[in-house]
Each structure stands twice: as C-alpha cells, then as structure tokens.
C-alpha cells in the first residue's frame, strides 16, 4: 500500500485540517468532536442540513458544504460511520430554529449513529428529520437485507434539498423534497479495481486482470456478481438497464444522467460511458434534460463507476439549478 | 459478604473485556473482513481503550454507574453498526441495574435481559439473522434460566457466557439478513458473525472477572 | 489492463463526444479534425486562448474551455502532441481579428507542431503569439535537455490569460500576462504508481511497492530520481524544497499553492499533502493567498500529486478572482 | 531512358517505406518505449498510411509533388516531434525537386540535403545530440560525396541509406540532449535513438525502389 498520508489513524483529521485551510472561505472546521460547518451557519431562519458518514468518499460531504447546500458534514473513520457525540454537536450548532434535517445513507451504522443523535437533539428541543438515501438497485432483495443502499443519489439528495433549504421552505418541506429525490433516483455501479483502505493496508477484495465486480457499493463491499472484463458500451449497458427496469419511466420524461467516478477512473472514461448512457436513453425515449460526470462519491482509489437517473420534475430541475457554492459543487454563486 | 456483583466487578469487567478485544483485534476484523467491511476489531478496541481511559479518571460508586459511563464511551467512540448497538445495550443494562450498590442474580439476569432488548430495539435484527443478537438473546435466555433454577451471579455469568459463545458458533451456517453481511446474501453463510463472535468474548469476559476474589466479590465463596 | 473504453484507438474521440454531450451549454466540438471550441466563439474583439497537447490529462484541456480562460482546446492522441490540421482550423475559428494566443506545454512535439500552426495561421493573416510553459523544476538541466516541461503551472496561465483575454487586453498584453505567470510559477511531481496508455496496454513504466519516482512528469515519462517510500509531510518537503529554491522568494511574499492530483490519487490525500504544504510556506515566511486542490491536470489514473507555487502579484490575484465558467474550473460566473 | 527518378520511383518509396515502417512499428515503438514515450512506431505508421491511403485517390507527377502530398500527411497524421520533423524534411525536399519531372543525382542531394536542413531547422538538434539528425546528416553528406565522385542515383541513395544506417547505430552511446528522450540524461545512453532508426529505415526503402526496375527507372541499366 503506498499512500499520500502519515499515520493512518490520522487521515480523517489530517485531510479535514487540509480542506479546511484550503476553504477557510467557505467552511470552518470543528476539531473535537470533528465535523465541518457552512462558514455563516446557523443561517436565521433557514432549515439546516447536516449529512455526514465514513470518510473516504471525498468530495462528500465536506465538498458539499455551503451556499444552497449542506449546513454541516460529519466525518467518520475511513468507511465507518460517525458517532452521535460528532453529529449531536454538528446539528445544534446549525440549528437557527427551524429545524434541522439529515440526510443519511442507508446503511446499518449511518442510520442508527444518526438514530441515537436524532434522538438527543429531539431531547434538546432541536426538530430533527430525516431523509434516508437507498438509490443503489445492486441490491436486489430488500426483505432480506439491510435494504438499498446510498450511493450516488445522495449527491442528488443534498444539492436539491440543500436549494430548497435556502430558498426558506420549511423543515417538513426540506425532507419532503429531499425524500422525493431519493424516491426518484437510482443507481448502479461497477468496479474495475479495489481499494485499500489505509489502516487495513491491504485491498478490500481481489478482483482479477480479467473480472469486474458489477452493482459494487462505496466501500468495497461486494456488488452483484463478477463477470469477465467487458468494454466500456457493453459495462453501460449492465450498469442502465436494472437503474430503468427499477424506475420504470415512461418515453417522453426527463432525466438528470450522474456519471460517478469511484477516485482511480481518468475523467476520459466516465465521459466515455457518459456517451454511451445518453444513447441508451435516448433510445428508451428519455429526455436528459441535466448532467453531472466527475468524482462527486468515490471509493477511495477504487477503479470504476456508477451511473445515476433522476426522474426530474420541475421543481427538481429549478431547485437543481439553484446557486451553489461549495467547495465541490458550484455555480451561480 | 453478599451474592451480589458490585461496581469493582463492573469496573474489572470492563478493563478484561477491553484486554481481551484488544487480544482479538485482528481476529474480528478478519471475521468483518470476511462478510464485512474489516473494521469490527478496529471499532470495538477503540471504544473499550476509550472506557479503560474513562475509568482511570472516574470511579463509578455502582455497575449502573460504570454501565453508563461504558455506554456513552461505546457510543462516541465505536462508530459504525457496533456503535450504537454495544452502547444501546450498555444503557439499558445501566437503566435496569439502576442505582443498586450490588447487582444480586436476578437483578444481573434482569440486566442482562434489558441489554438484548436493547439491541433488538435499536438493531430491529430477530434471531438467526445472524448478527450479534445470536449471542446476547441465547445468552439472556441462559441467565434468567440459571436465576429460576437458583443459581449464584457466577454461575449465572457463566451461563450467559457458555450460551453467548454457543450462539456465536451457531452464526456460521447462517445467512446474513441485517447489517453489511446481507449484501452478500447466501455468500454470507459459512463465515462467523463478526458482532456474535466480539459478544461471546465480551460476556466471557464477564464471567471471569466474577471469578477473581479481587475483582468486587470479596471472599469468593458465597454462591 | 481494465479501463472504461471501447477501442483504444477511440478513446479520444468518444470522451470527446462525451463531454460534448455533457457540456453542450459552454462547447462545440468540432468532429474532424478534431477539437473542442468555446460555443461563442470567436468573441468580437476578444484575443482567442487556443491550448492543446495530448490527451490523458483531463480535465486539461477541454475542461478549460469556456468563459474566462480557453477559447479551443485541441486534442492529440494520448500523450501525443495534437497535429497542425487541428491547431490550424481551431486557431483560424477563434480568430475574431484581435488575435490569438497560443498555450503551448514544453515538449518537443506540442512545440513543434503548434509552432506550424502558428506559421500557417501567421500565412493565413492571423496574429499569432506563444507562451511556452516550462513550469517543472524536475529537469535540472536544462542546456542539455529540451528544458523544462509544462505541467502543474499551465493550469494558472491558462486562468489568468484567459481572464486577460476576457477583459479585453490585447494580444501582446495577454500573452504578456500569460509568461508573467509561466516565469512565476514553478512545480514539482511524484508518482506512487504509474499509468498504462490505452493503446500500449502496459504501465509505462514500474515501481515496486516501496519505491516512488520524484519529478514525474505527466506522461509516465521519468522523473529526477526513484527513493523509498515516505510519508506525506516527508514526500511534500521534497517537492517543495526544489520549488522553493528555484522561485526564490523573500518572506512576506504572496503566493498561489496549487496541489494538483495525477488522476488516481484520493482528495482525502491531495488535502493531507496541502496542509504540510500550508505549514511549510507559512514557515518560510509566504503567504498563501489563493489555492487550489484537486485533479486538474492529471496522466490518466497515475497515483501521484505535483506542486505548483505560483509567486503573485496585484494583476495575477485580480485575474485569477476573475468570473471563470468551464466545465472544471467555475466561479464568479 | 535517364539517369534520373521520376515520380514513379517517389510513390513507389513512400509505398515501400509505409510498408517497412508497417513491419517495423512494434520494434520502433519499443525503442521509443526504452528511452522516450512508446509511440514512435505508432505515430510513423499513422503518418504512412495517410500517405498512402492519399496515393490511391491522387497520383502526382513530379517527385516533388509527391514529397508535399507525403509532407502533408505526415504533418496532419503523426503528431509528436516526428510529425512535424519528417514532415518539414518531405516539404524542404519537395521545394528542393521543383517542377523537375525527373531528380538526376546531384538533384537528388539537393533534396536530401534539403531535408537534413529542414530537420535541423525545425527541431535545433546538433549532430551527436541523439536525433534523427544523427541518421540524416551522414545521409545527406555521403549523398553529396557521392554526387561529387560522379554516381549515378541508385549509388547516391545506397550511401544515403547506408550512411544512415550507421549514424543510428552509432547513436547507441550518445547521451539525448533534445526531444523526450532527454530528461533521461545519461540513462539514455546504451539504446538506440527510435527517430535515428526510422530514418535509416526510410532512407533503405529509397534506394530499395530505386535498385527495382519497375519502379520509375525504366530499364534500370542507367547509372
Ligand atoms: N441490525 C443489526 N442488529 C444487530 N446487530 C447488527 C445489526 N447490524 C449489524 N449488526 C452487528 O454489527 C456487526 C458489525 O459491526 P461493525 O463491523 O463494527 O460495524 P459496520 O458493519 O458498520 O462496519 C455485525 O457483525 C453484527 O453482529
Ligand atoms: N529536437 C529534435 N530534433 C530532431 N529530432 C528530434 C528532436 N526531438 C525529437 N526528435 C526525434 O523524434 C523522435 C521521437 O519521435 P516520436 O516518438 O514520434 O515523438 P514524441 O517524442 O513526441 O513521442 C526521437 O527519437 C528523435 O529522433
Ligand atoms: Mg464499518
Ligand atoms: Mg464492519
Ligand atoms: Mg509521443
Ligand atoms: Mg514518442
């Protein structure tokens, strides 16, 4: 394992010190407990957002605090969901009184740490809601399983219910339109390559020169099924065809086509299934009326990609293209 | 001399069940690794080293005390599914002893009942999920068994302890339905639950510690 | 090899039509020969930004194309200089008759054929100027080599002279502007591992697991020296120390930190590297004024990061504040 | 009959160095791949077959015009330092014939030495600075002995070819101080310069078509 870091215990704090330094502008970073928060919350009278889970998925979520977006990000340990003692703290202090939401990815750890703060806020007389994130359709048999996961859509989440927060709709609103988003988004994803997790040291799976692991999740947790090496058309392929199956659209609607990087992808590639996807969907009848193709949820170095489809309705789409100004995301403001 | 528990138990308790994490550290990260994410180990050391700091700060004067003070450690410290669900189950256990001096047997098995509870409540898992409510229900069905047949808070620990490592076992041929390991579906049957397998050790660490004359019942031979 | 693409030998072609997709708002792409066009371009009486070189460095140079920096981008093959059947038409089609600026990385083949383009388009009536970026510190000597290479410092002259260009200045002053940067900036790479070209199908070069190349360049080229494994904070003394001794600057002065990803790095890592940066300067007595972190001029999924330090002045901050709407780089705008 | 070459014999080069650069592509790649960036062999066989995919839609007259057409598609198709050096080379050499029907020999070395120039003012390489240079100047000054002793052409390209076939191999030593291969510094010395290779392959072919009868020197008794 070779990587840019010093003692692997001290990655979170280190590189949430280095992006705090980098958008001093933006954010302020609080130490102990660590969490990072929107530079002017609370914001009077604005709802406040507060998402948060296992680092290493830069730019989430620290990327995404700021203007029309997050209030506040809480980091834990690398893929390890973050304690109530860090987002206890992190959602009364953008609390401005009227409420305050989180936005949380479906898995065990992140819904019940948030569970518990949830709770002790609600104790502190703070209205807490949440939106649980489970756009991932890798994940077939939900009675079975911890259900769907939060993968890509969460980007979508934040950006559209950070929009509705600062244009000043109400909690219950917020979540509304956040919980929306999530009803109408999914994802799939492939990696070509694993990652490493630093203190683990070694890689989080194995794959061979000539297998690919489809419906991969963000932390190296397996996806579907292994399959021999496909090109880029025929992975896209794979990746759409649950996402449509799942949201079953009618020709004519519109979408917004989020071509995700896991970290270790060059730009050149996803722009190549971002290529193919628009095909694929304007086949389907589909109109894409939005896009995002970048690094927006990765998985440390891994290799590979997810692709996101978010049946957009107007008020989406306005709330889509409503300035943001975050270290990540940003435009119009 | 009294049949009960008291706090230096407790405290005994937990500086053993950190050791004995720390021991098993790599262990139960590979357990994790294997149906997980690897972190398991790694989560727990973390919170217990955070309750040894604890206690050689503070002196809690009764095991609900040094429940508590264990529970909000677990809780800010562990992080992940762990997290919650050992600092849920310390709560309620902090909760049901109350502020009693001495845990006797039936309030030890009482103790230990609302602990499952609690993981069950936070963690929504039934049993044979496979998670680690395969060790904590076996293990409050065995102590409130121990208590109807009259037995002493030692063998009630060990009985927990006995009936916690059995249902750790019993995790293997298991299909995961909750937390990480349901992603893998049917791959997820013939590996331990990582969070079964840190229960049983943890209990066991529980009933040992009621068997050193030091460690908070004075004399030893009562029971 | 396992990379998202089709054909190797479509690689730049179908990204190319893919960012165009995604980026119908800012771009045209032209099809054959290829290159990538701001979509009002020519802007009357705006001085025209070409740049270009090979491919594999996204989002360099297409991403830059917009608003506030580029007027065309010409893409080569990977790691290939572009030809001058490509520069020629991009440079001849942001031609409005105030001129056009020439953005040339220093190697051998983006010199050579941008300096034909540049004599057919002089033949063809169009006022021509170059700057020539040579920002990397790594080749030492340059007497006896074809000089330094462009790299990390082409990013902040394509910002500010296009900012230059934006505003108004003429052709001299923007290309005035734009080598003020280049003599002001200096950068230094390292790799942790290599990158594998599409059409080679092997990592250009190999490193052992304990081994890391200082002074990489961004083609997998090799750098100053290979030395065992260090730490981030060790591995960011080492970058700096020969891109400080180089720019020479007395306490007190200002300056731009720009720590820049190789394409297969985390953000997480990038940011830990910016802090020990942050501290270092601030311990030589420099004031970090303006930064900037994430994977802006990359060698496909090379892990690595380069440092540039760029020495500013009054007109440089003004013009790097200056609204910039790209695909990769965007604010004010 | 002539003692010239007509633009038969030009085509028939530039069909026959496609070929041979065709054959050679991986061997030049792998050269480049030692000291530069592994697209040599690739970059070449891009540029020739554009050339000759050009020569079977347009049939120029003169040995001029099909150096330019061959200048052209080397300069739109290889990209890389060679594109614009072989590329400037075929251009010097195309102004260097004129409108001459046929090259006699001392036309000939005019052209050669007119590329050498063009390569050199093109790229700033010195002799010895490991180039193509290294390959063309020998070239082109046995060329112009040869003129001198009175050859004929056939003669005149055997030692053009033959001259540069040992100015590549004596590159094997030199330390690169131009082009990619540079910022190896001494690590480039002990391989051989890919531009230098390609050239003494190219310049073969010449004398190759030349030495065929069928090839624009009817007859081939001349000389
Ligand atoms: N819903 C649940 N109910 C009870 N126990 C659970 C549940 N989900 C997970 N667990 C337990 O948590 C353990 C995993 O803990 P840990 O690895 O620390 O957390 P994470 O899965 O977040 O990495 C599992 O082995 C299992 O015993
Ligand atoms: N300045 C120069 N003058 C003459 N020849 C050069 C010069 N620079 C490079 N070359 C030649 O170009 C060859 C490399 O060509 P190629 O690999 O196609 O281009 P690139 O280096 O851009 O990848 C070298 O082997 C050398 O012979
Ligand atoms: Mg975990
Ligand atoms: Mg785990
Ligand atoms: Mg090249
Ligand atoms: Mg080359």
Same mark, same amino acid.
């Given at each position: ?79 390890? *969901? ?45 209205d807490v809601r949440t939106v649980l994130v489970n ?6 048999? *939900? ?108 020709? @004519? ?14 730009? *050149? ?15 389907? @009848? ?21 692709? *996101? ?25 | ?216 019942r004075p004399g030893g031979d009562a029971a």
């Amino acid at each position: 394992m070779k990587k840019l870091i010093n003692d692997p215990k001290a990655v979170v704090v280190e590189s949430v010190e280095g992006f705090g330094l980098a958008h001093a502008d933006l954010v302020t970073v609080h130490p102990d407990p660590i969490f990072i928060m929107r530079k002017d919350a609370p914001v009077a009278g604005k709802v406040g957002l507060v998402s948060g889970g296992g680092s290493g998925h830069e730019p989430l979520h620290a990327g995404y605090v700021g203007t029309g977006m997050l209030d506040a990000a809480v980091p834990g340990a690398v893929f390890t *969901s973050p304690t109530p003692d860090q987002i206890l703290p992190a959602t009364l202090a953008v609390n401005s009184g009227a409420g305050v939401v989180h936005i949380v990815k479906n898995y065990t750890g992140d819904v019940l740490n948030f569970e518990m703060a949830a709770e002790l806020a609600q104790a502190e007389g703070v209205d807490v809601r949440t939106v649980l994130v489970n756009d991932d359709v890798a994940v077939e048999d *939900s009675l079975y399983t911890a259900g769907r996961r939060g993968v890509g859509g969460t980007v979508l989440v934040e950006k559209i219910a950070g929009a509705a927060a600062e244009r000043g709709d109400a909690l219950d609103a917020v979540a509304g339109v956040g919980q929306r988003v999530n009803a109408n988004v999914r994802t799939m994803g492939v990696a070509l390559a694993a990652c490493t997790v630093p203190h683990a040291g070694v890689p989080s799976f194995e794959l061979s020169d000539s297998e690919i692991e489809i419906g991969i999740g963000i932390h190296g947790e397996p996806g579907r099924h292994r399959i021999p090496m496909e090109n880029a058309d025929g992975i896209t392929d794979r990746l759409l065809e649950p996402v449509l199956a799942d949201l079953k659209l009618s020709r @004519g609607e519109k979408v917004l086509l989020f071509v995700n990087g896991m970290g270790g992808t060059p730009l *050149s590639e996803l722009y190549i299934v971002f290529r193919h996807a628009v095909k694929v969907l304007g086949e389907a @009848g589909l109109s894409v009326e939005r896009s995002l193709v970048g690094n927006y949820i990765t998985a440390l170095e891994m290799q590979g990609c997810s692709i *996101s489809v978010l049946h957009l309705d107007d008020e989406m789409t306005e709330l889509w293209d409503a300035p943001v100004h975050t270290a990540a995301l940003r435009w119009g403001a | 001399m009294s049949a009960g528990l008291d706090s230096r138990w407790a405290i005994s308790w937990l500086r053993a069940a950190a050791e004995v994490v720390a021991d098993h550290r790599i262990d139960l990260s590979e357990l994790d690794r294997a149906i997980g994410d690897g972190d398991h180990g790694e989560n727990l050391d973390r919170g217990f080293s955070a309750i040894v700091e604890k206690l050689a700060v503070e002196t809690p004067q009764t095991p609900g005390a040094v429940f508590k003070l264990a529970a909000m450690a677990l809780m800010s410290k562990v992080g992940g599914a762990a997290g919650p669900l050992y600092g849920t189950a310390f709560l309620r256990a902090a909760t049901a002893s109350g502020d009693a001096a001495e845990l006797d047997p039936a309030l030890l098995a009482a103790a230990l009942t609302a602990a499952r509870d609690g993981v069950v409540a936070r963690g929504k898992a039934a049993a044979g999920d496979k998670t680690m409510v395969d060790a904590w229900s076996p293990a409050a069905a065995a102590a409130a068994a121990a208590v109807a047949a009259g037995d002493g808070v030692v063998e009630v620990l060990e009985a927990a302890a006995a009936a916690a490592e059995a249902g750790a076992v019993a995790t293997d041929p298991l299909t995961a339905r909750k937390g990480r390991a349901s992603y893998l579906g049917e791959r997820s049957a013939g590996h331990r639950d990582p969070g079964a397998a840190s229960s049983a050790l943890i209990l066991r660490a529980a009933a040992d510690a009621a068997n050193q004359p030091a460690a908070g019942r004075p004399g030893g031979d009562a029971a």
